[in-house]
């Protein structure tokens, strides 16, 4: 995905379906996820995955990056409006 300049290729999808088809709560598979739909102005899909990643409460994740980058995806989401 980084390598690709941060778009989802497909091969990078067939990547992260697999994982995520192993583990759904795949820490670095959601990361992803998230990260494109926030670069694709997807706010509420980024949103949504960032909010479950929270909620499973994993000690893979930066809780405070995660809040830092929800509430700037929902500030952008508002801007949209």
């Known amino acids: 995905y ?3 300049g941060q778009h989802m290729t ?3 999808r067939e990547m ?3 994982a995520l088809a192993l583990d759904a709560t795949e820490v670095t598979a ?5 990260a494109d739909a926030f670069m694709q102005a997807d706010y ?5 995955l960032w909010q479950t990643l929270l909620d499973a409460n994993s000690p893979r994740v930066n809780r405070a990056q995660l809040v830092e ?3 700037l995806a929902k500030l ?3 801007r949209q409006k």
Not at 30 to 34: E, G, N, P, T, V
């Open 69 to 71: 980058a929800i509430n």
């Open 16 to 18: 992260i379906n697999k």
């Open 30 to 34: 959601q990361m992803l996820l998230a």
């Open 10 to 12: 497909p091969a990078t």
């Open 76 to 78: 952008l989401q508002n």
């Open 44 to 48: 509420a899909q980024a949103v949504s």
């Open 2 to 4: 980084y390598q690709a």
